[in-house]
C-alpha cells in the first residue's frame, strides 16, 4: 500500500547554523509510527528513569531549591470573606529584624486585594531571612477591615436576597442554553421518564507539591525555579508582568510534583515572589502552604443537576433535559460538557448557571466539568435501567454510539465476572453486601506545537532537549523511549532534558495533550537526525542510506545485517562534529479522541454506611501506547483520584463565618492505602491512531460507577458526592421506609 | 508557630517544677504529634515546652500478679505489638491497631494519646476563636457539626479523639498521676472532664501535673473484651464512632459488662443503661439489639449528626454478640 506524504518545514542545526528544510511525513490518518509488532521499547513496561532520583530525594523540586542569600516569602491573606481594606500598617513588619521586603497593595498594580471576595485573596506579602520569621511579621501587619455581607453557599448564593458577590452584577449568570431536536415532544412519546437531582461537591486539587516558585534577579534578567505545568505560560506572564523581553525570563521546572490544572502561569505567588526578589536585592523562595493550596489555588467547581430522562420501553432514549448550576467560587467556569453525556438522545435541552460565591475561583482540574458531568448521568442511566426491569449494561450498549466503548463495555464486563452481580439491587442477607456498577467517558487529548532538539555526539551519547515538563506523567522517560526506540538505543542510554524555558519550546501540559505534543516531535526529529547519520555512515557500508537499519546498538544494512557497525563506531564517523538537529511537532503521528468505561464492584455495610472499595476494571484507548507501565499509572493515578472524588473529598465552607473548616489534609480526606481497590487497567489498543493522551479520561467514570454499585449493592441511591456513611444510612433508612 | 524555651525533663519528680501555674506557662511534649500540630496553628504558645521523653523508664509494659502496668511514654506501636496485650486485653491492642498511622503510632505515646487535644475542625483551626480557645461561642451549635457530640455536649460538642481511652476505660484502668506534692492514681472513669466543668480542658490534669503510668487490673477468667471502630477512612481517621466493651460471660450468661463508646462525646462514654441491662441476660441477638437500644437512650444528635446513633447501636450490638 502506497503511504500518502505530506512535506512539512523543520528547522535543523547545520555547523550551529538553523537551516529549514523540507520533509517527507506520513499524511494525518495514515500514522508513521510503523510496525508496533517490532518494536523494542514502545508499548513496553518500563519503569520510569527518573523513579529513583525521585524516590531517594535526588530529584531536586523547587521546593528544594536552596540559593546563597535565598530569603522566604509569605502571602498575608484576607482573613475574611468579604471585606475592604481600610487601613494597613506595616511599619511593625519592617522593623522586626530578619525582614527584607514588604509589599503593600498600594505597592504594586493590580496584585494585592483592598475589596477581598473571599477569605485566603492576597493582601499584602514580606520577603524574611527565615520562614518563621516571614510568619511573625505576617502577624505584626496591622489590617483594619471593614466587614461586608458574604454569602458561601451555593444554594443561598441564589436567593433574591443573599449579599452578592460583585456588587454590580446578580450572583447568578444568565443560562446558557443548548438545545436539540423538540425536548417536549420527545418526552410525550417515552414510556418511560426519570427525575432526580445530582449534587456534585468542591473538589480541590491537592498536588503533592504545593504551588511556589523561586525568583532571582541578576541585574535585569530573571531567573524563575517553578512548581508549574507551563514553564513559557510562566516565562510569558512574568515577562508581560515585568515588560521585560521574553529572553530575560528564564523558568525551569526539572521535577515537580503535581498540578492537576491548576499550575499554569506565573499565578499571583509567582508574580509576588519575583516582586518581593526585586524590592529586597535577594532571591526569594515563596512556597504555599496546605491550606493556602486549598483556599486559593483553584478547584473544580461544584455541580448541581436536575435532571429529566425518557426512553421507551426498549430502551431507546428519547428526550433529555438537565438544568446543571454550580460555582467557581469568585470565578464562572462552573459548567460541564453541555449535553447527554457520551449517550446518544435525539431531543434535549441542557442548561448552565454559573453562581458566584465568595469562595476561592475554580481552575481546570483533571478533565474540567465530565467526572460532573458522568456522575449525573451514569446515576440518571441507572437510575432509568431500573426504571425500565433492563440491565443497566445492556441500557448502555443500546444508547452508546461509540464503537470503541462498545468494545470496552464487553472487555470490562468479562474482565469483572458482570453476571455474578446482584440482580437485585440490595438482595441478599447480611450486614455487607457486594454490588457492581458502571460509569463512562469521553475525552479529546491530541497535542501540536512542540519542538525538539535531538543531538548525536561523536562519543555515541545522545541528549534531547524539549521545554516540556514532566508534570509526573512520566514525560520524560517517554522521550527516552521514543528516541531508543529511533536509534536502536536503550531508554538509558539518552540524556533527556526538559524543563527550562532555554530549551526548543513545548505547550504546557494539559488536557492530556502532551504525549500527543511531545512525542511526534520527537520521533520527527529523531528520525531526522538518524538520517544524518546514515548519509555517514552509508558509503563506508556500501549501502544507501534508505538501506541501513540501526537496533540493537547497530546500524546495519537491512537486506545484508553482516554489513554492520557498532553505534558508536557509527557516530565516531562524524566527521563535521555531532548531529544537532531541531525538529518539531508534525501531523500523521497522533490523534484526538478516547472513550474508556470503568466497571467497579464495593461492600457496603448496610449497618454503619461504610463503603469498602474492592475492585476496579479500567478499560480505556489511548491510540499507541508508549510506556505502558506509566499509562497503567495514570489509571491507577485517575481512578485513586475519582474514588477520592465518589467518596471522601469535599471542600467544606462554614456558611456562618465563611471559612472553610477543612483547610488541611486530616478533615479534607484523600485516599490512603487501605482505601486502595485492586485495579486492572486494560488498554484497548489502537496503535494505528498515534499518540493520544490518558491523563485525564481515567478519573471521569469512577465517580458515577461507584455510586451505580452502592446502589447495585444495598439497594440505596446516594445521589450526592462525597458519598459518606451518614449519607448512605440516610438513603438506606428512606429506603427502608418506602418499602415497610 | 511562636518561639519557646525548650527544657528536657530528667525525672518524675522534678517534672512539677519545670511545669507552670498555667497552661500559657508550659506544656509538656511526649511523642509531639498532637502538640507540635497545636503550636503550628498557633492553638497554643506556652513559654516553656518541657519534653517528657529525656525522663528515663518511662517506657514499658509491666505484668504483676494484679495489674498490667503501662508507662506513659510506651508508644502505641509498642503496644500494639505486645503479646500480653494482644491476649489479655485485646481491647487496647485492637484500640491501638487502629489509631492514625504507623508513622504516627511509632512515635505517639498512650500518655500523649489519652492527654491529646480535641479534632474539632473549628478548635484546629485558628480562623475560629471558640470557647475552647476562650473565645465567646462554640462555632459547631450553627455550623457543620457531622463529626460532633450526640451525648455531654454543651457549651462545647466536641467528642473525645482518643482510640485508646474508651478501652481503657471499658478495662477498667487507672492512671497514675505525678502532682506537685507527690503521685496519685485515679480511675479512668474519673479522669475524664465534660465541657460543663472544664470547657477548656478535658480531663482534671492541672498544668504542672503529668500522667506516668496506665494501670489495668489483669482481666478475670471469664472476661473478653474488643474494640470496634467505624470511620470514613481506614487508611488514617478518627473514629465517626466506637465501641470498646468488656464482657464476662459464663454459660452464655453475662456476668459483668463495661461498655463505652468512643467518638459521641466529650469524653469517653460510658452507658451505664446497658451494662446493667446484660448482667445476667443471656446474650442473645435480641438481648444485643436491647442492650444496644439502652446504650444511645437519651441521645441528643445534632443537626448533621443523627447517623452516628445507627452506628452506635450496630457497633454496640456487634460487640455484645462477638463477646457473648
Ligand atoms: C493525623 C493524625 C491522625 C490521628 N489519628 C488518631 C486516631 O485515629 N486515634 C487516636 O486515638 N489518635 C489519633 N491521633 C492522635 C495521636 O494518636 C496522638 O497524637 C498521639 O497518640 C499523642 O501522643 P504523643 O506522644 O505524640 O503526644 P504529644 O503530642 O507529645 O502530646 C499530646 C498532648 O498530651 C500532653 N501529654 C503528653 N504526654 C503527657 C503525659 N504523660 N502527661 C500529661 N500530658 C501529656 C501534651 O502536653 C499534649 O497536650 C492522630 C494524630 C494525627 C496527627
Ligand atoms: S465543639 Fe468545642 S472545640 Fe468545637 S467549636 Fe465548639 S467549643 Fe470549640
Given amino acids: ?740 | 508557630m511562636q518561639s519557646f524555651a525548650y527544657v528536657n525533663a530528667t525525672s518524675v519528680d522534678k517534672v512539677a517544677s519545670l511545669l507552670g501555674r498555667t497552661w500559657d506557662e508550659a506544656q509538656v511534649i511526649a511523642g509531639g504529634t498532637d502538640l507540635v500540630g497545636e503550636l503550628k496553628e498557633h492553638l497554643i504558645s506556652p513559654k516553656r515546652v518541657v519534653n517528657l521523653k529525656t525522663i528515663p523508664g518511662l517506657s514499658y509494659i509491666r505484668q504483676d500478679a494484679v495489674a498490667l502496668r503501662i508507662g506513659a511514654l510506651t508508644t502505641i506501636a509498642d503496644i500494639e505489638s505486645n503479646p500480653i496485650v494482644q491476649k489479655q486485653f485485646a481491647a487496647l491492642s485492637q484500640a491501638a491497631m487502629v489509631i492514625a498511622s504507623p508513622q504516627i503510632r511509632n512515635v505517639g505515646t498512650i500518655g500523649g494519646n489519652i492527654c491529646q487535644r480535641p479534632r474539632c475542625w473549628y478548635y484546629r483551626s485558628e480562623d475560629f476563636p471558640c470557647l475552647k480557645k476562650g473565645g465567646d461561642r462554640c462555632y459547631a451549635v450553627a455550623g457543620i457539626n457531622r463529626y460532633h457530640a450526640i451525648f455531654g455536649g454543651g457549651p462545647s460538642y466536641i467528642v473525645h479523639p482518643s482510640d485508646s481511652a474508651p478501652a481503657l476505660m471499658a478495662l477498667n484502668g487507672r492512671v497514675k498521676i505525678m502532682t506537685s506534692t507527690g503521685p496519685k492514681e485515679v480511675g479512668m472513669d474519673d479522669f475524664f472532664t465534660l465541657p460543663e466543668t472544664s470547657v477548656r480542658r478535658e480531663n482534671i490534669l492541672k498544668p504542672n501535673e503529668i500522667i506516668t503510668e496506665i494501670i489495668l487490673p489483669n482481666p478475670t477468667p471469664n472476661a473478653k473484651s474488643l474494640y470496634l471502630k467505624v470511620r470514613e477512612r481506614q487508611s488514617i481517621d478518627f473514629a465517626l464512632v466506637s465501641v470498646a466493651a468488656m464482657l464476662t460471660v459464663v454459660n452464655g450468661v453475662c456476668q459483668e459488662a463495661r461498655i463505652v463508646l468512643g467518638g459521641v462525646a466529650p469524653i469517653p462514654w460510658r452507658t451505664p443503661d446497658a451494662e446493667t441491662f446484660l448482667r445476667g441476660k443471656k446474650i442473645s441477638e435480641a438481648v444485643a439489639n436491647s442492650a444496644a437500644e439502652a446504650a444511645l437512650e437519651g441521645a441528643k444528635p445534632m443537626r448533621d449528626n443523627a447517623y452516628k446513633v445507627t452506628i452506635a447501636k450496630a457497633l454496640v450490638r456487634r460487640a455484645v454478640m462477638a463477646l457473648g
Fill in chain 1, 1 to 740: 500500500m502506497q503511504q500518502k506524504m505530506k512535506k512539512v518545514k523543520v528547522t535543523i542545526q547545520e555547523r550551529g547554523e538553523p537551516k529549514e528544510i523540507e520533509i517527507e511525513v506520513p499524511d494525518d490518518g495514515q500514522v508513521g509510527w510503523g510496525d508496533v509488532t517490532q518494536m523494542k521499547h514502545i508499548g513496553q513496561h518500563i519503569p520510569r528513569l527518573d523513579g529513583v532520583a525521585k524516590v531517594t530525594g535526588k530529584a531536586k523540586y523547587t521546593y528544594d531549591i536552596n540559593l546563597p542569600g535565598l530569603l522566604y516569602g509569605k502571602i498575608l491573606r484576607s482573613a475574611h470573606p468579604r471585606a475592604r481594606v481600610v487601613k494597613i500598617d506595616a511599619s511593625k513588619a519592617m522593623a522586626r529584624p530578619g525582614v527584607k521586603a514588604v509589599l503593600l497593595p498600594d505597592d504594586v498594580k493590580g496584585l494585592f486585594n483592598k475589596e477581598c471576595r473571599y477569605a485566603g485573596q492576597e493582601v499584602a506579602a514580606v520577603a524574611a531571612t527565615s520562614p518563621d520569621i516571614a510568619e511573625d511579621a505576617l502577624a505584626l501587619i496591622d489590617v483594619q477591615y471593614e466587614k461586608l455581607p458574604f454569602v458561601v453557599d451555593v444554594d443561598d448564593a441564589m436567593k433574591p436576597d443573599a449579599a452578592q458577590v460583585y456588587g454590580d452584577r446578580k450572583n447568578v449568570s444568565d443560562p446558557r442554553v443548548r438545545e436539540q431536536g423538540d425536548v417536549a415532544a420527545g418526552f410525550a412519546t417515552a414510556d418511560v421518564v426519570v427525575e432526580a437531582t445530582y449534587r456534585c461537591q468542591v473538589q480541590t486539587h491537592v498536588a503533592l507539591e504545593t504551588h511556589g516558585t523561586v525568583a532571582r534577579w541578576d541585574g535585569d534578567k530573571l531567573t524563575v525555579w517553578a512548581s508549574t505545568q507551563g514553564v513559557f505560560s510562566v516565562r510569558d506572564e512574568l515577562a508581560k508582568y515585568f515588560n521585560l523581553p521574553a529572553t530575560q525570563v528564564r523558568v525551569i521546572t526539572e521535577y515537580m510534583g503535581g498540578g492537576f490544572g491548576a499550575k499554569f502561569g506565573a499565578r499571583p505567588e509567582g508574580i509576588i515572589a519575583a516582586l518581593l526578589a526585586k524590592k529586597a536585592g535577594a532571591p526569594v523562595k515563596l512556597m504555599l502552604s496546605r491550606k493556602e493550596e486549598h483556599l486559593t489555588t483553584g478547584n473544580r467547581p461544584s455541580s448541581i443537576q436536575q435532571v429529566k430522562i425518557g426512553a421507551k420501553k426498549d430502551g431507546t432514549l428519547v428526550a433529555y433535559q438537565r438544568s446543571n448550576y454550580g460555582t467557581g467560587g469568585v470565578a464562572g467556569g462552573a459548567g460541564i460538557p453541555a449535553g447527554p453525556y457520551i449517550y446518544a438522545v435525539p431531543n434535549f435541552r441542557v442548561e448552565q448557571r454559573d453562581v458566584s460565591t465568595n469562595a476561592g475561583a475554580q481552575a481546570a482540574q483533571r478533565a474540567p466539568g465530565h467526572p460532573q458531568a458522568s456522575f449525573g448521568m451514569e446515576s440518571v442511566m441507572d437510575e432509568l435501567a431500573e426504571k425500565l426491569g433492563i440491565d443497566p449494561l445492556e441500557l448502555r450498549k443500546k444508547n452508546d454510539p461509540n464503537k470503541t466503548r462498545q468494545k470496552e463495555y464487553d472487555i470490562a464486563a468479562q474482565k469483572i465476572g458482570w453476571e455474578r452481580r446482584n440482580k437485585t439491587p440490595g438482595a441478599g442477607s447480611g450486614t455487607k453486601k457486594r454490588g457492581m456498577g458502571i460509569g463512562s467517558c469521553t475525552w479529546g487529548g491530541g497535542g501540536s506545537g512542540t519542538k525538539a532538539q535531538v543531538t548525536i555526539n561523536n562519543d555515541g551519547s545522545v541528549e534531547v532537549k524539549c521545554g516540556t515538563q514532566d508534570i509526573g506523567t512520566g514525560t520524560k522517560t517517554i522521550i527516552a523511549i521514543i528516541t531508543a526506540e529511533e536509534f536502536g538505543l536503550s531508554p538509558q542510554d539518552i540524556q533527556v532534558r526538559i524543563g527550562d524555558t532555554d530549551f526548543p519550546p513545548s505547550g504546557g501540559s494539559g488536557g492530556s495533550t502532551t504525549a500527543a505534543s511531545v512525542s511526534p516531535a520527537i520521533k520527527s526529529t529523531t528520525m531526522l537526525a538518524k538520517q544524518k547519520l546514515f548519509e555517514v555512515v552509508a558509503p563506508k557500508l556500501g549501502a544507501q542510506p534508505a538501506d541501513l537499519v540501526a537496533r540493537d546498538g547497530k546500524v546495519f544494512v537491512k537486506s545484508d545485517p553482516s554489513k554492520s557497525v557498532a553505534w558508536k563506531q557509527a557516530t565516531a564517523q562524524l566527521a563535521d562534529g555531532p548531529i544537532t538537529i531541531q525538529g518539531e511537532w508534525v501531523a500523521g503521528y497522533s490523534d484526538t479522541g478516547v472513550a474508556g468505561t470503568q466497571f467497579v464492584e464495593v461492600e457496603v455495610d448496610t449497618e454503619t454506611g461504610h463503603v469498602q472499595m474492592l475492585k476496579v476494571v479500567a478499560v480505556h484507548d489511548c491510540g499507541l501506547v508508549i510506556d505502558r507501565l506509566t499509562a497503567e499509572s495514570q489509571v491507577n493515578g485517575g481512578v485513586l483520584m475519582g474514588v477520592g472524588y465518589a467518596l471522601y473529598e469535599d471542600r467544606i465552607l462554614d456558611s456562618p463565618t465563611g471559612h472553610m473548616v477543612n483547610a488541611n489534609l486530616e478533615d479534607y480526606k484523600v485516599v490512603g492505602a487501605m482505601e486502595v481497590p485492586e485495579i486492572e487497567a486494560i488498554f484497548y489498543d489502537e496503535p494505528h491512531r498515534g499518540v493520544i493522551g490518558l491523563g485525564e479520561p481515567p478519573v471521569i467514570p469512577t465517580a458515577g460507577a461507584i455510586a451505580n454499585a452502592i446502589y447495585n449493592a444495598c439497594g440505596a441511591r446516594v445521589r450526592e458526592l462525597p458519598i459518606t456513611p451518614d449519607k448512605v444510612l440516610t438513603a438506606l433508612a428512606q429506603t427502608q421506609r418506602k418499602e415497610g
